[in-house]
């Protein structure tokens, strides 16, 4: 379907998080997240 439907996650939004440090935050690119998060993600 996501094949079919030719989909791009970066063309229209970012699949980007947003972290904070300090009382500000900081965008996080989706394939970083792992680095910066400080609870365990599920797989």
């Known amino acids: 379907m996501i094949a ?3 989909y ?3 063309a229209d939004d970012t699949p ?3 972290f904070c ?3 500000a935050g900081f965008n ?3 394939n970083q997240v792992r ?3 400080h609870t365990p993600l599920e797989a």
């Open 4 to 6: 079919e439907a030719n």
């Open 8 to 10: 791009n996650p970066l």
């Open 16 to 18: 980007d998080s947003v």
């Open 21 to 23: 440090a300090h009382g």
């Open 28 to 30: 996080v690119p989706w």
């Open 35 to 37: 680095d910066f998060a």
